[in-house]
Antibody, heavy 119, light 107 residues
């Protein structure tokens, strides 16, 4: 059974950095063609893809947010970490991690973690 | 980035109804389209990919069609658990993008 779970702070201040961890089970990110993406959703809006890390270490970022994002993996812990710098109120929303075993098709999602940006 | 426009934005229907949701894509993507269902406070759930291939465990009352720039999701006979928001998503071009959603409500 594939599971993913996001963890991190519920509240960050403007201009601070956000670090989120995705802890997963039921698959290995070392397996060929496995990928984990981060996706966020502002209240009342559609999901927005942020970043992806692949089994071979390749990384991909949303062009509009690339300068603020870093994604990394810790295979020994089955975790993927997302860092987003210079947080702003517009970054408030729910952040999900999701498995992509088929390119950018997201077949399993975490429950999401709500992040608010406020002073 | 490729833009996806869903119609209608919201829809009221009754249990047992047949409903269709459309997704129009700003440029051709062959069949590289997925559909998701999302209930309030939950993560999206994959329904189908490659425009018409049902994810494992998804009931057969769901079907998808289309290619290029026009796609549809059809639910043949609405069940109570189907009332939710539906999103289409293209995965042909980087970055992947989602439609704005169609909210399906009980009439």
């Amino acid at each position: 059974q594939v599971t993913l779970k996001e963890s991190g702070p519920a509240l960050v201040k403007p201009a601070q950095a956000l670090t989120l961890t995705c802890t997963f089970s039921g698959f290995s990110l070392s397996t060929n063609l496995m990928r984990v993406s981060w996706i966020r959703q502002s209240p009342g809006s559609a999901p927005e893809w942020l970043a992806r890390i692949d089994w071979d270490g390749d990384k991909f970022y949303s062009p509009s947010l690339k300068s603020r994002l870093t994604v990394s993996k810790d295979p020994s812990k089955d975790q993927v970490v997302l860092t987003m710098t210079n947080m702003d109120s517009a970054d408030t929303g729910t952040y999900f991690c999701a498995r992509g075993s088929n390119n950018y098709v997201f077949d399993s999602w975490g429950q999401g973690t709500l992040v608010s940006v406020s002073s | 980035a490729i833009q996806l426009t869903q119609s209608p934005s919201s829809l009221s229907a009754s249990v047992g109804d047949r409903v269709t949701i459309s997704c129009r894509v700003s440029q051709g993507i062959s069949i590289a389209l997925a559909w998701y269902l999302q209930k309030p406070g939950k993560a999206p759930k994959l329904l189908m990919y490659d425009a018409s291939i049902l994810e494992s465990g998804v009931p057969s009352r769901f079907s998808g069609s289309g290619s290029g720039t026009q796609f549809t999701l059809t639910i043949s006979s609405l069940q109570p658990e189907d009332f939710a928001t539906y999103y289409c998503q293209q995965f042909d071009s980087y970055p992947p993008t989602f439609g704005q959603g169609t909210r399906l409500e009980i009439k």
